[in-house]
C-alpha cells in the first residue's frame, strides 16, 4: 500500500539503516575521544558565531516583548534557549528556559502574560548575555529567583483559572 507524503508510519515499518555491527561502529565512532575532541575543535571555532546569533535573538525578543507579539516573544526565546549553552552562555540558556516555560504554561491556561514577569526575564537574558562575568557569577542565583517567581505566578494563575 501506497503512503502519503503526510503519513509516514511507525518507524518499525522502515527497514534498519544499518545492520546491527554498522550501527555499533558508527555508534564506537561517535563516542570516540577524536571525535569529541574534533567536535570541541569546531563548537569553540563557532562560539563568537553562536554568541552573535544569541545577541541578534535577543534584539529580536526584545522587539517582540515591546509590541506584546507573546508567539514571537516565545519563538526567540526557545531559540536563546537552545543556542546559548553551545555558545557559552549557560545563565543566558537558563533563564530563557524559565521565560519559556512560563509562556508555554500561561498559554495553556488561555491567559495573556504579566508583562512585569517577561520584562523580568527579558531584563535578565540582555544582562546574562552581554555581561559574561555578571553572568558567571550571579547567574544561577537569577535563574532560581526567576523560577520562583514563574511557579508562583502560575500558582495563582492556575487558581484564578478555576474561578
Same mark, same amino acid.
Given at each position: 500500500?501506497? *503512503?502519503?507524503?503526510?503519513?509516514?508510519?511507525?518507524?518499525?515499518?522502515?527497514?534498519?539503516?544499518?545492520?546491527?555491527?554498522? *550501527? #555499533?561502529?558508527?555508534?564506537?565512532?561517535?563516542?570516540? &575521544?577524536?571525535?569529541?575532541?574534533?567536535?570541541?575543535?569546531?563548537?569553540?571555532?563557532?562560539?563568537?558565531?553562536?554568541?552573535?546569533?544569541?545577541?541578534?535573538?535577543?534584539?529580536?525578543?526584545?522587539?517582540?516583548?515591546?509590541? *506584546?507579539?507573546?508567539?514571537?516573544?516565545? &519563538?526567540?526565546?526557545?531559540?536563546?534557549?537552545?543556542?546559548?549553552?553551545?555558545?557559552?552562555?549557560?545563565?543566558?540558556?537558563?533563564?530563557?528556559?524559565?521565560?519559556?516555560?512560563?509562556?508555554?504554561?500561561?498559554? /495553556?491556561?488561555?491567559? !495573556?502574560?504579566?508583562?512585569?514577569?517577561?520584562?523580568?526575564?527579558?531584563?535578565?537574558?540582555?544582562?546574562?548575555?552581554?555581561? !559574561?562575568?555578571?553572568?558567571?557569577?550571579?547567574?544561577?542565583?537569577?535563574?532560581? /529567583?526567576?523560577?520562583?517567581?514563574?511557579?508562583? #505566578?502560575?500558582?495563582?494563575?492556575?487558581? &484564578?483559572?478555576?474561578?
Amino acid at each position: 500500500m501506497a *503512503r502519503r507524503a503526510d503519513d509516514a508510519g511507525p518507524a518499525g515499518d522502515y527497514p534498519p539503516l544499518l545492520s546491527e555491527a554498522g *550501527r #555499533k561502529q558508527a555508534m564506537a565512532k561517535l563516542k570516540s &575521544s577524536e571525535t569529541l575532541a574534533r567536535a570541541s575543535r569546531v563548537i569553540a571555532l563557532k562560539t563568537a558565531e553562536l554568541r552573535g546569533a544569541v545577541l541578534a535573538l535577543v534584539d529580536e525578543l526584545g522587539a517582540a516583548m515591546r509590541a *506584546r507579539d507573546w508567539p514571537t516573544v516565545f &519563538s526567540a526565546t526557545h531559540e536563546i534557549r537552545g543556542l546559548a549553552g553551545t555558545a557559552g552562555l549557560v545563565a543566558t540558556g537558563r533563564i530563557a528556559n524559565g521565560l519559556c516555560h512560563y509562556l508555554d504554561s500561561i498559554a /495553556q491556561l488561555g491567559i !495573556e502574560p504579566d508583562a512585569a514577569v517577561a520584562g523580568l526575564h527579558l531584563d535578565a537574558v540582555i544582562r546574562s548575555a552581554r555581561t !559574561e562575568d555578571d553572568a558567571a557569577r550571579h547567574g544561577d542565583a537569577v535563574a532560581q /529567583q526567576l523560577a520562583a517567581l514563574v511557579a508562583r #505566578k502560575l500558582a495563582e494563575a492556575k487558581v &484564578s483559572a478555576r474561578r
